[in-house]
């Protein structure tokens, strides 16, 4: 079923696209150490594609590879059919791919919403001398994005904090608004580094509803990485499971839980005395 | 109750994203703006003029420039004095070689000169961020003064190696030299500060002020949103140093009239503008205004308690002066970054829930 190329419908209903993003023998080295070993994976359009692994497996590694932060030593990176380049981050977002991060990162000085407009950055291109005047061109573009803006804080239920500097928020409330950055940028691909990591159940529940949510109303691909198994068991299309750099399973939920490379990994060999 | 926002709704995205969304604030603004061009031009004398308005409209547009480049973009910088001095030679050039074109172009076009200078200066805040670009921009303030100091064309080689402005006018009014009108000058400063403002409100409200703010706050986030850093930082030099460029041609044609560059444009003024915008507030455009109130004024009522109500030497006074800005300094740092402006929010959010605050 899965195996056709442009695309397939999920059992909910889904419809994924043919592999939008093809990463091809990737190795990444810092000095000596190898983070990430020839690894090769897909990604498909409209899919949520899981990357997990124990710590220190090379999970994030692999994200900043897609966000165009690290440049791997080894190997290509294919998008939308085309070869990348080796480019700047700002480009990478430039092309559509938005991100969270796993310590947030979002610009404490300002407020929810101007925090979200920064996500509408890429879309915004009026000049300095437009903007400088305000009355035309720059407001006209402004209140457009604001537009978008708005119905990303309507979506994710902030509207009530919109003009709280963010310094102020919850833990929690946090990573909704950084959700909402990346969101604002109406990206194709989107990347969540943990974005459950120290949340409540039910602010998981929260967040796997938006996530889902988020894929299904606006058809953008995910690709998360997420310690919960449960969480990710439930959400994801696809896994790739990772561990000390190498990719060690790749499948469906049900594949990967019944992968013994996996297995292995996540419970520890035992070791004949 | 002096401060309400009730029943002020605004239907639109336009409305509610204008500088004053509050209708009181609004009432506000277009009254100070009133009492500023249309009243004080009638009631000012050449004292008050010199030694209130002026220093306090020329520094408000230098604290606005810097405070784009310090409080909204994060890049500390040093070179405030050696960028004026650029305006101050820039228009001093100008007009000597061109003595038929208006003071109004001049100063603009100052502002331009100083702008590429500050782009030039800006190149190394990719590389380097905090303390160590604090360093290269003092760099900058020491060229640049020594440059105007060695360098004879710069003074059109005057014996004395100042310069001095000559009688220029615009639309036919006196504005530098001897012979000016006190509210002659005033107007042109004024005109000069409210176009910085209302520019530097514009460019902080929308994109490019949010490309700033991103480099301010986090600049790998900001660079994996889609932020150029390299843009974003040499758009805020550019901006900072415009601004930075036109208060130093003011400040030497209208104010001083005469210059000498290691004196007027040390690093003490580098400083003393730096100083304005900690206490008036970084990353507001008001707090430019309050903090440029703030060191002007300080001085003025300081002379007039210490030395003509209370009788104490002047250089008690003088020394006074110093100890109250650098202990204000030191209070301002610790107990309120954000400065008078942070203050000023503050008490008008008490005051919207004034007198029942639960």
Redesign the interface.
Known sequence: MKDQADGYVTADGRQIGPVVMEMKNITLRFGGVEAIKDISLDIREGEIRAIIGPNGAGKSSMLNVI?G?YVPQDGEVWYKGSRRAAM???Q???QGI??T?QNI??????SVL?NV??????H?E?G?FW????KGK??R???AN??VA?KIIDFLEIQAIRKTPVSRLSYGLKKRVELA??LA?EPSILLLDEPMAGMNVEEKEDMSRFILDVNDEFGTTIVLIEHDMGVVMDLSDRVVVMDYGKKIGDGTPHEVRNNQDVIDAYLGVAHDD | MLYRESGDFSSSYAEDSQTFPIKFDRYRYYFVMFIAIAVIPFLINDYWVNSLFLPFLIYAIAAIGLNILVGYCGQVSLGTGGFMAVGAYACYKLMTSFPDVSMLVHVLLSGLVTAAVGVLFGLPSLRIKGFYLAVATLAAQFFLVWLFNRVPWFYNYSASGQISAPERTFFGINITGANTQAWATYLFCLMFVIFSAYVARNLTRGSVGRKWMAIRDMDIAAEIIGVNPLRAKLTAFAISSFFIGISGALFFAIYLGAVEVGEVFGIQKSFLVLFMIIIGGLGSIFGSFAGAAFLVLLPVVLKIVGVDWLGWPTDIVAHLQLVIVGGLIIVFLIAEPHGLAQLWRVAKEKLRLWPFPH
Do not use: I, N, Y
Not at chain 1, 117 to 122: D, F, I, N, V
Not at chain 1, 131 to 134: A, E, H
């Open positions: 966000s932060f700047k981050p700002f990478v977002a430039q938005a991100r991060f990162a979002l610009f404490e000085g300002m101007d407009m920064t996500g509408r950055l890429t915004m009026t300095l903007q400088s005047l305000w720059a407001e573009e402004e209140t604001r537009e708005e950055r990346a940028a």
